[in-house]
């Protein structure tokens, strides 16, 4: 199994900034695409953003423009940027890796992101 640690949730004011990170317990230099899920209550957990090995991005589109998703494989972290947020932003955030060779998915337990003044 693959260890995903997300961090960095919070409290944020609608239009406010905040950086999330999700540290893996291995290398996920070329083995793993790594995305950003997030559930708010109530609702089914939905696809924020995803990034190959080779840094190609896809977004939702309601975070389009406002989200950037990076990597630093040197760290095994991925890094969610959140920026102009909105309270429809509010949700539980998760890390989630998937191994290209098998197809398999690993979760991160979630950080918690409220928007709201």
């Known amino acids: 199994q693959v260890q995903l640690v997300e961090s960095g949730g919070g409290l944020v004011q609608p239009g406010g900034s905040l950086r999330l990170s999700c540290a893996a317990s291995?290398?996920?230099?070329?083995?793993?695409?790594m995305g950003w899920y997030r559930q708010a209550p109530g609702k089914q957990r939905e696809l924020v953003s995803t990034?190959?090995?080779?840094?190609?991005?896809n977004y939702a589109d309601s975070v389009k423009g406002r989200f950037t998703i990076s990597r630093d494989n040197t760290k095994n972290t991925v890094y969610l940027q959140m920026t102009s947020l909105k309270p429809e932003d509010t949700a539980v955030y998760y890390c989630?890796?998937?191994?290209?060779?098998?197809?398999?998915?690993?979760w991160g337990q979630g950080t918690q992101v409220t928007v709201s003044s």
């Open positions: 989630n890796a998937r191994r290209i060779t098998t197809s398999r998915y690993y």
């Open positions: 990034i190959t090995p080779s840094s190609s991005t």
């Open positions: 291995g290398s996920i230099s070329s083995a793993y695409v």
